[in-house]
């Protein structure tokens, strides 16, 4: 058997790529590469390896199951976010973490490596 003809095990799947429709007893499927899968036992997030980003619309490989950003535009939202806070000035008792972190300082000396 030639290379061609071998099937891809991780083929790109995109949410557009997926056909939706009905099987026996009316119930719902997906169509992906001609394997047909029950809508009710899988999603069509957890069958797609690339998605569209909601933002800039680029395709991008999916990290996780529901994401929805490429990573360019989910760093951009995230620097907004951060931005958005409000500065304030330390009082020395209260805990401080980094951002998007659960590392916690709980002292200068701590902070001062």
């Known amino acids: 058997m030639k290379n061609s003809q071998l099937k891809n095990p991780n083929p790109k799947i995109n949410l557009k790529d997926i056909v939706e429709g009905k ?4 119930h719902n499927t997906f169509e992906v590469n001609g394997t047909i899968y029950w809508a009710d036992r899988i999603s069509k ?7 569209d980003c909601l933002i800039c619309g680029k395709e991008f490989e999916k990290d996780y199951t529901y994401q929805r950003h ?5 760093l951009k939202i995230d620097s907004e976010n951060f931005n958005k806070l409000e500065l304030i ?10 951002w998007d972190s659960d590392t916690f300082f709980f002292s200068e000396d701590d902070i001062i490596m």
């Not at 997030?45 to 998605?51: E, F, K, R, S």
């Not at 490429?70 to 989910?74: G, K, R």
């Not at 020395?92 to 973490?97: N, S």
């Open 23 to 26: 099987a026996m007893r009316e």
């Open 45 to 51: 997030d957890q069958l797609a390896t690339h998605a």
């Open 70 to 74: 490429c990573t360019s535009c989910e």
């Open 89 to 98: 000035e330390w009082d020395g008792k209260t805990p401080l973490c980094i």
